[in-house]
């Protein structure tokens, strides 16, 4: 079955995507730089309009995506699309979640153990011609604690990698936790704030909603223990920045590493001057395997679509 479709891609994305539509019939226009003056103008001559991260679909621009009928991301969160538009139109909104699900759970990985073992500061000093072995007394990942607040697909990647590390494993979410997962890696179910209590580090794998805005605030990192770290790779917005800077600084923290904020990119953001603070620049699904999965499977969905199995 062959398609007259013609597709808009926004952003850079990985070539499969375009390979797999244009095998399939698909007309495909890739305009990774393309400008919202310009998105504006042309949006309203495509079926299907594909984005990655540096494009917004706002409101005004679905009311002129007037042949619309899917919108995808290729990646996972749909906070730069406006999807209640998008639905009051009756036009698909799909990601791609099972593609960065592996890459952001080893970056959690990675960025513990660099927290762990203070390896940002190591290189540093290094680098400086300073020798501090005897200051760098790290600590092991295994007999910890990891809190995981929200059980998805990445969360639960998270957790069988952590438990082969010997973790323990905490995990909360809104919604039912599967029982023969919980039991494979031993997790614990908790309340939100008993996990907080509980965790040597937290690390949060929640979409940006009314109700995960600033979820870890000033109250929550109280109740942390002092040695405590938290993660977050899901969404700038849901740690509260001003609150975790001034726990950082008065040492009633032990450390965080964030790979997104709350505005980006987070050029002079007050954290990166703390010692026990590491910034990566929203990186959780760049990698080159993660980024060849999400494409191919958007180009799969988009095409299960058309053919109405989906």
């Avoid at 927290?115 to 300073?130: G, H």
């Avoid at 039991?183 to 995960?212: C, F, I, N, R, W």
């Avoid at 620049?281 to 191919?296: D, F, R, V, W």
Wanted: with cysteine; charged share 25%; aromatic share 4%.
């Amino acid at each position: 079955m062959s398609f007259s479709e013609k597709v808009l891609i926004c952003d850079q994305v990985d070539a499969v995507l375009n390979n797999v539509l244009q095998k399939n019939g698909l007309t495909v226009t890739y305009e990774p730089q393309i400008t919202p003056e310009d998105l504006a103008k042309k949006i309203g001559d495509y079926e299907i309009v594909v984005v990655r991260s540096r494009t917004t679909i706002t409101k005004e621009l679905v009311e002129k995506a007037t042949k619309c009928k899917i919108m995808a991301r290729v990646g996972v969160g749909l906070d730069n699309i406006d999807t209640e538009a998008a639905k009051a139109k009756n036009i698909r909104v799909i990601n791609a979640v099972e593609g960065a699900m592996n890459a952001v759970a080893e970056l959690v990985i990675g960025l513990m153990l660099a927290m762990a073992r203070d390896i940002p500061r190591a290189d540093r000093e290094l680098r400086n011609d300073k020798w501090i072995k005897k200051e760098l007394m790290g600590t092991e990942l295994a007999g910890k604690y990891l809190g995981i607040v929200g059980l998805g697909n990445i969360g639960k990647r998270l957790a069988r990698l952590a438990r082969a590390l010997n973790m323990n494993i905490i995990g909360f979410d809104v919604i039912p936790i599967d029982a023969e997962f919980a039991k494979e890696v031993g997790l614990m179910k908790a309340d939100l704030d008993t996990l907080l209590q509980s965790s040597d580090y937290v690390s949060l794998h929640v979409p940006l909603l009314d109700s995960t805005k600033n979820l870890i605030n000033a109250q929550r990192i109280s109740t942390m223990k002092k040695t405590a770290r938290i993660i977050n790779t899901s969404r700038g917005g849901t740690v509260d920045e001003n609150a975790l800077y001034e726990a950082l600084k008065a040492g009633t923290l032990g450390g965080a590493a964030l790979d997104v904020f709350e505005k980006e990119p987070a050029i002079g953001n007050k954290l990166v001057s703390l010692p026990n603070f590491i910034a990566t620049p929203h990186i959780g699904a760049q990698t080159k395997e993660a980024q060849s999965l999400a494409a191919n499977v958007i180009a799969e969905k988009i095409i299960q679509i058309l053919r109405g199995v989906l």
